[in-house]
């Protein structure tokens, strides 16, 4: 297991990022060499569900693996009940596949949502929060929300690809290429890395 270096961001992206953070600070955020070394820990990956926020076209170039596709460009709300359906799904497998190890009961799933640079992941950890607090106020579900952490990935792909992490284009062969998203945010991504199409 081979632990990438951390790249400090250059000032457009720490201004970004503290941005994001006043809009949303209710969010938590976890940092991509956090994301990366869980995901090399074959035990701690089975507990995470990553959400690519993003358009088609955005993951058409990269994405991280095995992150589930959200589309950005539907309503929050209905991106929130369907993120609601998955991280369902993934806790039921937590009883069913039972790791022999750990008592499923105690469980954490880690959800962490990534977009281009964090605002929309952002948005959609915020609508889950609202609506999960929202809905298990006095239904018996708190147990199960205090076993879901929610979490925006910081820096989002753009982040993940100025360090060189691992990514895979829509034929799930690596790439080193995201999505700019446009001209003005593409700038806080690697000139290199960028690709239209």
């Known amino acids: 297991m081979t632990q990438?270096?951390?790249?400090?961001?250059?000032?457009?992206?720490?201004?970004?990022?503290?941005?994001?953070?006043?809009?949303?600070?209710?969010?938590?955020?976890?940092?991509?060499?956090?994301?990366?070394?869980?995901?090399?820990?074959?035990?701690?990956?089975?507990?995470?569900?990553?959400?690519?926020?993003?358009?088609?076209?955005?993951?058409?170039i990269s994405f991280i693996k095995s992150s589930v596709f959200v589309d950005a460009g539907k309503p929050l709300l209905e991106n929130v009940d369907e993120v609601k359906q998955v991280i369902q799904e993934k806790m039921n497998s937590f009883a069913t596949k039972p790791d022999s190890s750990t008592d499923s009961s105690t469980q954490e799933l880690l959800v962490v949502a990534y977009c281009s640079i964090g605002y929309r992941s952002s948005a959609l950890i915020n609508g889950?929060?609202?609506?999960?607090?929202?809905?298990?106020?006095?239904?018996?579900?708190?147990?199960?929300?205090?076993?879901?952490?929610?979490?925006?990935?910081?820096?989002?792909?753009?982040?993940?690809?100025?360090?060189?992490?691992?990514?895979v284009n829509h034929n799930d062969k690596e790439t080193t290429f995201v999505h700019p998203y446009n001209n003005l945010w593409g700038k806080l991504l690697e000139e290199a890395y960028r690709k239209w199409n």
């Open 4 to 60: 990438q270096p951390v790249v400090n961001p250059g000032l457009g992206m720490r201004l970004t990022l503290s941005g994001i953070r006043q809009r949303f600070p209710k969010v938590e955020n976890i940092s991509t060499n956090e994301l990366h070394l869980m995901m090399l820990d074959q035990n701690q990956e089975r507990n995470v569900l990553l959400l690519d926020v993003r358009a088609k076209e955005e993951r058409q």
């Open 128 to 167: 889950l929060q609202s609506n999960l607090e929202a809905t298990s106020s006095g239904c018996g579900t708190e147990s199960t929300l205090q076993k879901v952490k929610l979490f925006n990935l910081e820096g989002s792909i753009f982040k993940w690809a100025n360090e060189k992490r691992p990514m």
